[in-house]
């Protein structure tokens, strides 16, 4: 749902107040999404977010 939410939200058709009601969750909740989806769009399209799971131990080695 909050995957769903957040490009919904920054895709910008529905308001805050109408993605709320869809999704059953309070306004300012979508708000943060939203916040923290357009907050991490350049390190995940940098690679650096990659960089810092990796350097985490939180890389993808099974």
């Known amino acids: 749902m909050a995957r769903i939410s957040r ?3 920054i895709h910008g058709d529905l308001t805050l107040a109408e993605l709320a009601a869809k999704h059953g969750v309070r306004h300012t909740i979508i708000a943060a ?6 907050d991490g769009m350049p390190a995940t399209f940098s690679g650096a ?3 810092a799971m990796m350097r985490a131990g939180a890389g993808c080695g099974g």
């Open 7 to 9: 490009l919904e939200a």
């Open 49 to 51: 977010g990659e960089a």
């Open 33 to 38: 999404w939203k916040r923290q989806a357009i």
